[in-house]
């Protein structure tokens, strides 16, 4: 069975491929791409995609499933279902379910849970300390064995250097990169927002940029004296992207993501108590948001992951003091990417590149790419597609996206995973 997807515009950004073709699947790879030729063969099925963008599936590092216990906030199903409507047909999954990912035993249960209820491509993040209480190691090679393929303690932070510097040192051991959330607890406090004009304003307690940035160096310096793969996650603040900057210019290994919502909103966005705008990092300064977009701009950032975080909408709807970190992001993602498009920030090839072939590339994973013999991991995306977010329009089971009521434009409308269809928005292509 050859299927064509026909007149598409292909964006491949491991091979700098930008052009008008067509790109065949045959039995789950790419067959072909570039302008079928008779060669090809003759196609069973022809795709009309009347010069949509054709692009390697995106793939997120940083999706929280919450599947083993938590399912009243997301299980695999509907977290990947959200996934492949998002255009996604990879995510990595965070350890801080319940219980906590951190023995070979809970690796094995997500992988086969993924196996039997997935729509994507699921890969496993491991806790790097036991319980994500930061004191003592998780089991790293058992954990590498059964097929986790980066560590992390998301959700709860490494606050013990020392441990961090064990931790880095039996990653690199495996070959695995250390995922940080970096912020400093102390130093964070109480603080639910970005200290600043806007916090005082709503009297609400908040921590400065530097509860991150303190980790940021400490951690780059400790990915240095290891010689380990940090990841710095979620990086939120303006000096932040400079440390990573310069630690890159220094030969430190080290990889960072951004999320869509750091990158589109600022602190002003909590004037209105809105706990769908309450997250960890905080949002933070226009300051902040421009050295951001700049940072993903140039690469120092690498790529945009989602911390797709879903909270059930009673966790959410009470003061927001009491409120949990945290906003959904896969199926919104993918139009906050192309606003940077939009605004002459990235290159729509630059665009697949952060949210496709650098986080593949980054996890060493496969994907991320529309060569020949690949699976055919597959995105087909209407870059001009408006839509209002709204929680009647979302599959996550929690629907606390920092986007609600906004109009948003560019969606997902195919998903392939492997040549198999995860998601199609509309019955026809027009
Ligand atoms: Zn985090």
Redesign the pocket.
């Given at each position: 069975m050859r299927v064509r997807i026909a007149n598409a515009r292909l964006l491949d950004p491991a091979s700098g491929r930008d052009e008008q073709g067509s790109l065949d699947v045959v039995d789950g790879r790419i067959a072909s791409v570039g302008n079928a030729d008779a060669a090809d063969g003759v196609p069973d099925q022809v795709i009309e995609a009347n010069g949509l963008w054709l692009a390697p599936g995106l793939v997120d590092l940083h999706t929280h499933l919450r599947e083993p216990g938590q399912e009243y906030k997301e299980d695999i199903e509907t977290g990947t279902r959200a996934a492949a409507a998002g255009g996604y047909t990879l995510v990595c999954c965070m350890a801080n379910t319940d219980p906590v990912n951190d023995s070979p035993a809970v690796t094995e249960y997500i992988q086969r849970r993924a196996r039997e209820s997935a729509s994507v491509r699921v890969r496993v993040i491991a806790a790097a300390t036991q319980g994500l209480r930061g004191e003592i190691m998780s089991e790293m090679a058992g954990l590498a064995g059964a097929g986790a393929v980066a560590f992390s303690d998301?959700?709860s932070v490494i606050m013990d250097a020392a441990v961090m510097r064990r931790v880095l040192e039996y990653a690199r051991g495996i070959g695995r990169p250390v995922i940080a959330?970096c912020e400093d607890l102390n130093l964070r406090g109480s603080g639910v927002v970005h200290e600043g004009a806007h916090a005082s304003c709503c009297g609400l307690p908040s921590s400065p940029g530097e509860a991150e940035t303190v980790m940021v160096a400490r951690d780059l310096e400790l990915a240095r004296l290891t010689g380990a793969h940090l990841h710095v996650?979620?990086v939120s603040a303006a000096r932040s992207v400079e440390l990573i900057r310069d630690a890159k210019a220094a030969g430190v290994r080290v990889t960072a993501e951004v999320t869509p919502h750091h990158l589109l909103l600022t602190d002003e966005a909590i004037r209105g108590y809105d706990t769908n705008k309450k997250m960890?990092p905080p949002l933070r300064t226009a300051r902040d948001r421009e050295a951001l977009r700049a940072g993903l701009a140039d690469g120092t950032l690498d790529c945009i992951a989602t911390?797709h975080a879903p909270h059930a909408h009673y966790e959410k709807d009470v003061e927001f003091t009491a409120a949990p970190f945290g906003v959904v992001g896969l199926e919104t993602a993918l139009a906050a990417g192309l606003e940077l498009v939009r605004e002459d920030l990235l290159s729509p090839l630059a665009l697949i590149d952060r949210m496709s072939t650098r986080p593949a590339r980054a996890f060493g994973m496969g994907g991320g790419t529309l060569e020949v013999g690949a699976p055919a991991d597959l995105v087909l995306i209407d870059p001009e597609r408006a839509f209002k977010v709204e929680p009647t329009g979302l599959e996550s089971r929690s629907k606390n996206s920092a986007f609600l009521g906004r109009e948003l434009r560019g969606r997902a409308l195919r998903t392939w995973v492997g040549g198999r269809l995860a998601f199609a928005l509309d019955e026809e292509l027009s």
């Open positions: 998301d959700g959330h996650a979620h960890a911390d």
